[in-house]
T-cell receptor, first 113, second 111 residues
Framework: KAGVTQTPRYLIKTRGQQVTLSCSPI?????VSWYQQTPGQGLQFLFE???????NKGNFPGRFSGRQFSNSRSEMNVSTLELGDSALYLC????????????FGPGTRLTVT | QKEVEQNSGPLSVPEGAIASLNCTYS??????FFWYRQYSGKSPELIMF????GDKEDGRFTAQLNKASQYVSLLIRDSQPSDSATYLC???????????FGAGTTVTVRA
């Protein structure tokens, strides 16, 4: 079974621009979560989607948004990029609500200049 | 208080020794506990999960959970250089759709 895929893998953007990242979960997984990882803050939860509904959102500004499609694929968008948004953005999918084992994709490395 | 705290590293162990990693969590209602391994430049990889008090063994890895003490640990037996990585403890808080991660413990296995 194929794992979680994320595109693009690397991205360089300029301050003020916006960016869209994509995630395809493991087949059959309906929950998709997004995390930001930086050396200083570690892994920080952004949001979680299940059946096209956002069930949880982390403590990030409104510039960070996401959505999930009917095929469980998910996108996240960051508008008005800031230098501090440079990070590894990770998507994870899970099958069951009760145990919530999450499997991560390879991540998108975003650099904001 | 942080939701998940791990013992600070880095942890250096000789090849063949046991590496012991510890993690405490604040939400007493948490039910699911995970250990992820992350190699430098890679994404986290799920290596162990545990839901019930006690020990769970998988190959050279043993996870231990004590809900009363809000403590979960990971033992790596017969440590190999390939075990050199950062180990992340993650907890699913009660009634919350997310995982809370600790800062990670970097393990170096020296040959």
């Amino acid at each position: 079974k194929a794992g979680v895929t994320q595109t693009p893998r690397y991205l360089i953007k300029t301050r003020g621009q916006q960016v869209t990242l994509s995630c395809s979960p493991i087949s059959g997984h309906r929950s998709v979560s997004w995390y930001q990882q930086t050396p200083g803050q570690g892994l920080q939860f952004l949001f979680e989607y299940f059946s096209e509904t956002q069930r949880n959102k982390g403590n990030f500004p409104g510039r960070f948004s996401g959505r999930q499609f009917s095929n469980s694929r998910s996108e996240m968008n960051v508008s008005t990029l800031e230098l501090g948004d440079s990070a590894l953005y990770l998507c994870a999918s899970s099958l069951q609500d009760s145990t919530y084992e999450q499997y991560f994709g390879p991540g998108t490395r975003l650099t904001v200049t | 208080q942080k939701e998940v705290e791990q013992n600070s590293g880095p942890l250096s162990v000789p090849e063949g020794a046991i590496a012991s990693l510890n993690c405490t969590y604040s939400d007493r209602g948490s039910q699911s506990f995970f250990w992820y391994r992350q190699y430098s430049g890679k994404s986290p990889e799920l290596i162990m999960f545990i839901y019930s008090n006690g020990d769970k063994e998988d190959g050279r890895f043993t996870a231990q959970l004590n809900k009363a003490s809000q403590y979960v640990s990971l033992l790596i037996r017969d440590s190999q250089p390939s075990d050199s990585a950062t180990y992340l403890c993650a907890v699913k808080p009660a009634n919350d759709y997310k995982l809370s991660f600790g800062a990670g413990t970097t393990v170096t296995v020296r040959a």
